[in-house]
């Protein structure tokens, strides 16, 4: 008698959303339309702290400029999925002057189920 198998993969993620402070970078950055630094410097920012760390992305949102996110968290969900839930929950609590830093946690979990 064959064996069958079942298979589910499910992907957990976490915001963390609080003030700007020192050092700036973290997980991402949220960047308001007005923020005392725009897209340019947040992305020479990253380019300076973390060298090829991080992508700045500029983003069309009614309160939001952009957003700087860590590759790594690129090469772990979806970049479009990730940009999206961020500007979702971000967008929440951001304001057009706000520089929110952003630490994330993914968690992959798989599940299987084998029968004899």
């Known amino acids: 008698m064959a064996a069958s198998s079942t298979s589910s993969t499910k992907t957990e993620i976490t915001l963390r959303l609080s003030e700007f402070e020192m050092p700036p970078m973290q997980d991402a950055l949220i960047i ?24 700045a992305i500029k983003v069309q949102h009614p309160i939001i400029e ?24 971000g967008g929440k609590v951001a304001n ?10 993914i968690v992959l979990c798989v599940s299987k189920t084998v029968e004899p």
């Open 32 to 55: 308001g339309h007005k923020a005392p630094i725009g897209f340019e410097a947040a992305k020479r920012i990253a380019d300076i702290i973390s060298p090829n760390q991080y992508e």
């Open 66 to 89: 952009a957003i700087v996110v860590r590759k790594s968290l690129m090469q772990m969900v979806d970049r479009d999925t990730l940009i999206s839930i961020i500007l979702e929950e």
């Open 96 to 105: 057009e002057a706000t520089i929110l830093k952003v630490q994330l946690s």
